[in-house]
Structure formats: structure tokens, C-alpha cells
């Protein structure tokens, strides 16, 4: 099954990256990476569409998708084939704001895709550089991007702008949607702002066993104790009149599945993206996001039967486009160095 074909090839490939971790990643490697990353992703995508159609409970989705990770990474640690995160009470403190940016992260984007079309997600999402410029210089320690890299904020920006003006209707934005995502925007600039500090002298120290899958894995643990409490406040009251609604409607078997194979293919996606990230930095990492961006919103339109119109094609062109050149322009040239 497709289930059992991903869990093999991610396991194969554990396996390898442990045998050849002091060597730098082969070319195969990094390959087999970027397509698990890209498969999983859109498979996502897909599954998690699927699900928020199904039932008007998308923090539960979000809830229940991140238990589909916990449960696949206890199996790990439990069997012993995945080191055991070695972590102190400090540790884990430090680690709390990161996971509540990833549970707001996780959640936006959910709720964003469940209210409006996948493909307008994925365009407003494109403007994640404009929210990680701004956090940059807003929250210490302030860091500035080069010049170019502020000017490519530009192309971005009016992408979206374009993507949102609709042929005899003017400005049509799904603002709930829109809402969601630049959440999901807020969240992942922040945790990439506090998160790197944090994440590097953890996995700097091996006693602690924290390689990038288990830095991912302790992040989704901590966002699911911040994604409960949503669920509590924002939908248990409705919870279960919404699961038999939906199971009437749909059938148990296939919102399960659907809930399940979303969160399975969205803990594997990420963790393929932070071991792609960890292997060739995150420039190169950025710039691949971006491109999977113009898959997901042609395979979600393909399979939604997303309207694409002529101003959201062009847009979304643009402003992809914009956030590919953006993240070459904000790699750094490395110091020059002094001559005697």
C-alpha cells in the first residue's frame, strides 16, 4: 500500500543517512530527500483538504493529525531505532515557544486550507518572507537582510495583490482564509527567528540526542499540548455533533483514513524537509520550498477543481517568483578575509 511504500523509503533512508553521517550527503541522497519532501508535502496537502471538507472541526483536525506523529515517533524511540531525546527540564522550556509558534504554524495553515481553496493558501503563504523580513528587524537580536532581498518584498506583495483581483469582480479575497494563513505566515517567521539559537545548541550537544528528526519530533509533541486546549475552547461543545454529521455524511472509514493519512504525511514531510535543511542549509531549503509551492497549487487545483483564473495564475507567478529571488538575495557573502 501507499502507506506501507512510505514508511519503508523513509525508514531506508534513516537507515542510510545514519550510516554515512560523518560524510558529506551524496547527490542520491539529497535527491531521494527533495521527492519524499515534495510526495509527502502534496500528498498533505490532499489527505488534509479531504479531511477539513469532511467535518467542521479543523482545530481537531490539527489536533488529531499531530497525534498521528506522536504515536509514529514513540514507536521509533520505543523499538530503539531512533535514539531517545536525552532532555532536561531547561531544555524542554526553551523549546516551549518554539513549539507554540509550530502549533499556530501547523494549525494556521490547516484552518486557512479548510476555509478557502488550497491553492489561494499556498499563494498568501508565498508571502512568509515579507512576516520574516519585519520579525527580523522588530524582534532582537535585529538582523538585516541585503538590500535586494527588501526589494524583492515587492514583487511578492503585488503578486497576491494580483492573485486576489478577480475578472468582473474586483478585489475577491476569502478574508478568514487569508486571516489563517498570514497566522501561519506570523508563526513561522517567529519560530525562525527564536528556534535557531535553540535548536542548534541542541543538536550540538550529542549526550542530548537531538538530531534534526528528534528536534522535529519534541517540537510536534509540544504543539500538540498547545493545539488541545483549542480544540477544548474553540469546538468541543460542537465536537461531536459535527463527528456524526460528518460520519453519516462520509462514511467513519474514510474520515479516519482521511484524518490519519494527512497526519502521517505531514509528520513525514517535515521531517524529510528538516534532514534536507540540515544537509544543505536553508537558503537551499527556502529556494526548494518555494518551488514546491507551484506543485501543490497545480496538483490542488487538478483534484479540487480549483478555479484558476488568468490575474491568479500571473499572481501567483509573481509572487513565487518573488519569494525564489528573495531567498537567494538574503544569503550572505561570507566575510572577506584579512590580508596580511
Known sequence: TLFYFHCHQRFSIKMSSKASSS?????????????AWYAGNTFYNIYNKKATNMIHAHWFVACAQLVVGMLWSMVMWGT???KTPNLTASDIAAC????LC?????????????????????IVKACEPVFAAAIGILMPPVEFKPVLAYAMLIPIVGGVGIACIKEGKGVDINYTA???????NLAAAIKGKVGGSVTKALKGDKSKNMDSANVYAVMNIISFLF?????VIAEMSTLQEEWDKACDEHGAQALIMNIVLSGFF????NEFAFAFTASVGAVTSSVLNT???????VVSSIVFVEPMERNTVIGSAIAISGTFAYSLASKKAPPKKKTA
Open 80 to 82: 530503539g531505532m531512533r
Open 227 to 231: 493545539t488541545v486546549p483549542m480544540v
Open 102 to 122: 509550530a502549533c499556530l504554524g501547523h494549525a494556521g495553515s490547516v484552518l486557512a486550507m479548510g476555509v478557502g481553496a488550497v491553492s489561494f493558501a499556498q
Open 291 to 297: 518551488a514546491k509551492r507551484v506543485i501543490i497549487i
Open 96 to 99: 516551549v515557544p518554539i513549539g
Open 266 to 269: 505531514f509528520y513525514v514531510y
Open 23 to 35: 560524510a558529506p550527503p551524496s547527490s542520491i541522497k539529497l535527491v531521494g530527500l527533495v521527492i
Open 178 to 184: 487569508f486571516a489563517w494563513a498570514s497566522v501561519a
